[in-house]
């Protein structure tokens, strides 16, 4: 299972909602990733999750809130978005720090409109 | 950090044709090197990688080149097809997993 799935694949919401994104991988790996695509740009990342602990935040703006619940888990968490943040977000995973860098496999991505 | 410039942003090719794709990147640090085909409304989908200690890597009709000297490496696709048309993005990474991505080239087969 070479799999990362991604929950829900499209969403709207609106600039007073809260709203969570849901990703989820079988490989044992132990690097997560959340990063953000606009159109016809490459993904930005956002935020890396080692071992269930952040390890990197990119300077992303509080409405945007991660969480590892599991290894196999990872959840982003929306809150009083702004129409700029529409974009295809996408959840990602590796074997993990400490390891020879090994691909990163993506899911489809949750594409996000807000209004 | 780490900056990736890829050329071209588009390419159109003809059936059968042989593509080209090159990235530059700026940390001479950088030690693992990939490449990844993107299709309209899915992601990133994972092609093929390099390392550091090695030049040229082959998959079927893909390979991947490496010049650490001059911090350049390309994607090569021998016998283009109508199914290779998407966007291409190649990444560095040295150190930490974070992957920097080049800006990526738009494909397209020309049946």
């Known amino acids: 299972d070479t799999e990362v799935t991604q929950t829900p694949k499209h969403l709207v919401m609106g600039m007073t909602n809260k709203k969570s994104l849901k990703c989820e991988q079988h490989?044992?790996?132990?690097?997560m990733y959340w990063y953000k695509q606009k159109a016809k740009k490459p993904p930005e990342l956002m935020f890396v999750?080692?071992?269930?602990?952040?390890?990197i935040n990119e300077s992303v703006p509080s409405r945007f809130s991660p969480e590892c619940p599991n290894s196999s888990l990872l959840n982003l968490h929306l809150h009083a978005l702004q129409p700029e943040d529409s974009a295809l977000y996408l959840c990602?995973?590796?074997?993990?720090?400490?390891?020879?860098?090994?691909?990163?496999?993506f899911g489809q991505g949750t594409r996000l409109t807000v209004v | 950090g780490e900056n990736v410039e890829q050329h071209p942003s588009t390419l159109s090719v003809q059936e059968g044709d042989n593509s080209i794709i090159n990235c530059a990147y700026s940390?001479?640090?950088?030690?693992?090197f990939i490449w990844y085909k993107q299709e309209s409304g899915k992601g990133p989908q994972f092609i093929i990688d390099i390392r550091s200690n090695v030049g040229e890597k082959k998959d079927q009709r893909i390979a991947v080149t490496l010049n650490k000297t001059a911090k350049h490496f390309s994607l090569h696709i021998t016998e283009t097809q109508p199914e290779d048309s998407a966007v291409y993005f190649c990444a560095a990474s040295f150190g930490a997993n974070n992957l920097f991505f080049g800006t990526g080239t738009r494909l397209t087969v020309i049946p």
């Open positions: 940390n001479s640090a950088s030690d693992y």
């Open positions: 999750y080692s071992y269930e602990k952040l390890s």
């Open positions: 990602a995973s590796s074997q993990g720090f400490n390891v020879m860098n090994t691909e990163a496999f």
């Open positions: 490989m044992g790996h132990r690097a």
